[in-house]
């Protein structure tokens, strides 16, 4: 029987493992952090997956579960089809991303969630990202998305704990505690993974170890030394290992470097140590109030779409301001909101009046008072605004019903973009672009679909799509190697 070693027990890896052993091979899998750290990133997730549907029947046929008050007894669902999405991907990567790689996605998105759903993960429709029930009728904006079933940000247990369970019942053989050091290669072809007591030999090896924003040394080095210091909303331990070992054994790199995956987060939770530990929270609400700088400016149009779609940004642009933090403003139009869907366990500043809120979060009361005023005079009542700069698109609504508040916000890094190239089956390719032989990748250690920006969603489907592929092709590649 072929062996196939797998390298990384996030999402990614867990969705390799099993389908390569779903094709007949054995397999290993190595997890640098212990039984405590599975999942990576995932486990930390909001849950969210972007994919493909035809309708309700598609949404339906995936789930049967409703979050409390979703019920109804219709379901209005336009379709999100696969083109959709990979214009999505490519305009929202400017034009960037490995067009291969963007089909590969969104072709494969619908069936991978089914095949994550037969594994035992649950999913369900969710407010949050704009499912709402209106006169009996469920009503899913297109290419919103289901998330697995779970409470706020413990969803991602909920998609990594029944594919571990499914993984150990189909024989998976999990190694704790066992990073991949480096690549074992023989006449050109890798040929097993280099751990801290040996080598565990494989007729492939898959490498699903995560980004390198974990890394200080990598992210002062490639995004520069503002991010040195930045809080992490998920693993420590994606500190680019599989990534720099597939570059050394012949892998080409892809994707932007010097780019990555940022929220606006509380900054007064520290980055998670444990999988089961609380990520900071994300502050998602921005975009029904404004963000201003420690100055008491505002710096970026806080409505341009979604939040979904747009709150990758939010962190990018923080690190850019002064002191690298921002406060997100509200009043009572929508603070009870706010606090009820975006906030989480952050506690934020109130002040009856803008003056007095500058006062206590410490920014030039007349400075703030100045940008509010100006910034109500120049909402519109279609929600956009004219004559403040930077302009606030959509959802813009005067600040003037006090108490206001206040959430101290930093940028908190989800993930780098840059990693190993790959092709549509999950091979590592080499400069030339001829695969580097028994080698493959998935997830975050790839680069190559995710430039600028992307959708929310996108992540966890990439990394099922691609883990799951990777898997397949590293198993029958194997077997004709080994055969
Ligand atoms: C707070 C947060 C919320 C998110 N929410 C969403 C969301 O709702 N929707 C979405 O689409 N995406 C979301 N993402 C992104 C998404 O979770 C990730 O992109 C995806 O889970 C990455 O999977 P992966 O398997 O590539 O990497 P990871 O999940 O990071 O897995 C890598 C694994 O490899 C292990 N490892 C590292 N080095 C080694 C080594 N040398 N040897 C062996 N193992 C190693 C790590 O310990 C880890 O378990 C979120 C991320 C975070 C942090």
Known sequence: MPKVVVAGAGLSGLAAAISAREAGANVVLLEKGSRADVGGNAAFSGGLFLFRYRGPDD???????????????????????????????????????????????????????????????????????????????????????????????????????????????????IRWSTP????????????????????????????????????????????????????LRGTRLATGDGIIAGLRAGADE???????????????????????????????GFWLGVLVNREGERFVDEGPGPWVKNYSKMGKAIMRQPGHEAFEIFDQRTAERVADQFAGAAVPVTAPTVAELAERIGVPPGKLVRTIEEFNRACRDDGSTTGCTPPKSQWATPLDHPPFVAYHAVAGLTFTFGGVRIDPDGRALGGDGVPVPGLYAAGEATGGLFYGDYPGGAALMRAAVFGRVAGYTAATEAEHHHG
């Not at 339906?60 to 083109?83: L, V």
């Not at 290669?185 to 993974?193: L, M, P, S, W």
């Not at 010097?258 to 929270?281: G, K, N, T, Y």
Request: overall charge negative.
């Open 59 to 173: 949404l339906t046929s995936i789930t049967q579960d409703f979050e409390p008050g979703m019920r109804a007894d219709r379901i209005e669902a336009p379709p999100y089809t696969s083109e959709v999405y990979a214009a999505e991907l490519m305009a929202m990567s400017d034009g960037r991303a490995d067009p291969r790689l963007v089909e590969t996605l969104a072709e494969k998105s619908l069936d991978t969630v089914r095949w994550l759903a037969a594994k035992g993960v649950r999913f369900t429709f969710n407010r949050t990202v704009g499912a709402h029930v209106r006169n009996g009728v469920l009503h899913i904006p297109p290419g919103q998305i289901l998330t697995s079933t779970g409470e706020g940000m413990s969803r991602g247990f909920e998609v990594i704990e029944p594919l571990l369970e499914y993984a150990e019942r189909i024989g998976v053989e």
């Open 180 to 231: 991949l050091i480096d690549l074992v290669r023989e006449n050109g072809r890798v040929t097993g993974a280099a751990v801290g007591d040996g080598v565990v030999p494989g007729d492939a090896v898959v490498i699903a170890s995560g980004g390198f924003q974990a890394d200080r040394e990598l992210r002062r080095r490639h995004l520069g030394p503002d991010w040195e210091n930045v809080t």
């Open 254 to 284: 892809a994707g932007t470097w010097s780019s990555c995956h940022s929220a606006a987060v509380d900054p007064s939770m520290p980055s998670p140590q444990r999988s089961a530990a609380s990520p900071p929270f994300p502050l998602h």
